[in-house]
């Protein structure tokens, strides 16, 4: 089992930058796979960044969603058992709750897929 609690969230300009952190507990951090979510007010939660460790190069392998894609990036540091996303040229749209997740298999982007949740934390990009 793992918990997850995310931390950097704030009002930031449109144009600006913002990073998320989520920590980890528990030793096995390494062995999931890693998500990023975001949710606005009246809308479903959405897919925003995902790291996979390959099965067979043993290296990460980073997904995003179209629409953060070139502005967003992920990563994570095993050693700290931390999860990261860092924000730039953010936009009004971005405004959302943000929460990481962990998964031990499924699909990257179905939040159905994620066995662990943090409990979010407010970003909201002013325009």
């Known amino acids: 089992q793992v918990q997850l609690v995310e931390s950097g969230g704030g009002l930031v300009q449109a144009g600006g930058s913002l990073r998320l952190s989520c920590a980890a507990s528990?030793?096995?951090?390494?062995?999931?796979?890693m998500g990023w979510f975001r949710q606005a007010p009246g809308k479903e939660r959405e897919f925003v960044a995902a790291?996979?460790?390959?099965?067979?190069?043993?290296?990460?392998?980073?997904y995003y969603a179209d629409s953060v894609k070139g502005r967003f990036t992920i990563s994570r540091d095993n050693a700290k058992s931390a999860l990261y996303l860092q924000m730039n040229s953010l936009k009004p749209e971005d405004t959302a709750v943000y929460y990481c997740?962990?998964?031990?298999?499924?699909?990257?982007?179905?939040?159905?897929?994620?066995?662990?949740w943090g409990q979010g934390t407010q970003v909201t990009v002013s325009s």
């Open positions: 790291i996979s460790r390959s099965v067979t190069t043993y290296y990460d392998i980073t």
């Open positions: 997740a962990a998964r031990y298999s499924g699909t990257y982007r179905d939040s159905r897929s994620y066995n662990y």
């Open positions: 528990g030793r096995t951090f390494s062995s999931y796979n």
